[in-house]
């Protein structure tokens, strides 16, 4: 269901604290909604609160720093939400982390650690906040963050993609189990964001410090969007309901080459490999 005013509408928002997520709560904020906040950094958390109660718009009713991974951390926290109000207006799942790296050099904590945050994180929050909004038959809307490596077959993407092509999955599903109760869904898939990832990002087997890595992080960046702009496309979904959402017209056109030309996109991804594999440190 599309909600076109947040104003006074409640706002459930993982991974508030940085990137993304802080550029969706300051927003929201912005528009009057009353906000429920969470992320892994206390202090980053603590720092944005601060600052959208001194902006005077919007309202934080409730913040917590915890691990979207820990069912029981995302079951109490629903708990204390839930004594407040009977469901949440908006879910929007956007914490994350990026683990990369070639197959060989993985080991199974990076494989476990990119799926138990990007998937398993995700649908804690659902499991626990998804529920209540059916039964409130108020409708509402859910926002899921996946990628454009949930869309595409990206070098040296294989935990990552794992995780962002399942939430991609559940996304789908929802979308049309979740349409009889007026519960909206979006699934965004942001191309190159510039936000903290972009410092913090694991590539297992790779120098990082190489002038060829050095490089490709520097045309990211260039690359990039900043945050704002990906929030903004994010609210105008959820205010008119739209599905699939892109952060940035590389990525929609991309989406558009890949079901209409399937060979040149296959030789693309391939070109793409060939160039990530010269940045590997080899020894």
């Not at 398993?120 to 859910?142: D, K, Q, S, T, W």
């Not at 092509?165 to 789908?172: A, P, T």
Request: hydrophobic residues 50%; aromatic residues 8%; charged residues 20%.
């Amino acid at each position: 269901m599309p909600i076109a005013n947040l104003a006074d509408k409640t706002c459930l928002i993982t991974g508030a604290a940085s990137g993304i997520g802080r550029a969706v709560a300051l927003a929201a904020a912005q528009r009057g909604a009353v906000l429920y906040l969470t992320d892994r950094s206390e202090a980053a958390l603590g720092a944005l609160v601060e600052t959208i109660r001194a902006s005077g718009r919007g309202r934080v009713a409730l913040h917590q720093a915890f691990d979207i991974t820990d069912l029981a951390a995302v079951r109490a926290f629903a708990d204390a939400v839930h004594t407040q109000t009977d469901a949440v207006d908006v879910v929007m799942n956007i914490a994350g982390i990026a683990i990369w790296g070639p197959v060989e050099k993985l080991e199974h904590r990076h494989w476990q650690r990119a799926i138990d945050v990007n998937l398993m994180g995700p649908i804690h929050v659902i499991e626990c906040f998804v529920p209540n909004m059916v039964r409130a038959r108020r409708g509402g809307h859910l926002v899921n963050v996946s990628s454009a490596a949930g869309l595409f077959g990206l070098p040296w993407h294989g935990p990552y993609s794992a995780s962002k092509f399942g939430l991609r999955g559940i996304s789908e599903v929802l979308r049309f189990d979740l349409a009889r109760h007026r519960i909206g869904v979006s699934l965004v898939c942001p191309g190159a964001v510039n936000t903290g990832l972009v410092n913090t990002v694991e590539v297992v087997g790779v120098d990082m410090d190489t002038p060829e890595a050095r490089k490709l992080k520097g045309l990211f960046v260039k690359h990039a969007v900043p945050p704002e702009r990906a929030a903004e496309a994010i609210l105008r979904a959820v205010a008119t309901g739209r599905y699939l959402v892109f952060t940035s017209p590389d990525i929609r056109l991309g989406y558009w080459f890949q079901r209409k030309f399937a060979w040149p996109y296959e030789w693309v991804m391939r070109l793409m490999n060939d160039q990530f594999q010269r940045v590997m440190k080899r020894p």
